[in-house]
């Protein structure tokens, strides 16, 4: 699995596209799924991590109301993406608005995903949280996710 790691500023062409970091084609060369996620931005998952994740999300039971709500709108708001020779990526306009993505983007590298940010909303949920991450008093859940809830 790639490590997608780093914070890149770029603007969004006329079409909706975005020029991918260098270091992030290549985790993406195998396609690229797009999705509505948390906090007002988009996930965007190589190959390898979409399919650990879809079946994540797809495995609780049909009878848990939370589950199906959470499945609904992450498959519901998925789109598959590629590349193109440029690297460039093509963000749908119905995800663009549905996170209010403007001319002006941020692309977060999290690991095993990365996530599309408008600039303006990036830089506010940044100041947020930065203080409470240098002073060490902002740390992980720990626990695993069970039908879109963390469990410890």
């Known amino acids: ?59 609780p039971p049909l009878s848990d109301a939370d589950a199906r709500a959470y499945q609904r709108l992450f498959f519901g708001s998925s789109e598959e993406a590629a590349l193109d020779a440029q690297g460039r990526l093509t963000i749908p306009a119905r995800l663009r608005d549905a996170v209010g993505l403007g001319r002006e983007v941020v692309v977060v590298g999290v690991y095993d995903r990365m996530e599309i940010w408008d600039r303006r909303s990036f830089e506010r949920y940044e100041r947020t949280y930065a203080g409470a991450y240098t002073a060490g008093t902002l740390a992980p859940a720990s626990g695993s996710l069970v039908g879109g809830r963390v469990v410890r």
């Open 1 to 59: 699995m790639a490590e997608l790691l780093g914070t890149h500023g770029y603007q969004l062409d006329p079409k909706g596209r975005i020029s991918l970091p260098a270091k992030f084609r290549e985790a993406f060369a195998d396609g690229c799924w797009l999705t509505i996620g948390q906090d007002g931005c988009l996930f965007a998952f190589p190959r390898a991590e979409w399919q650990r994740r879809a079946a994540e999300v797809a495995s």
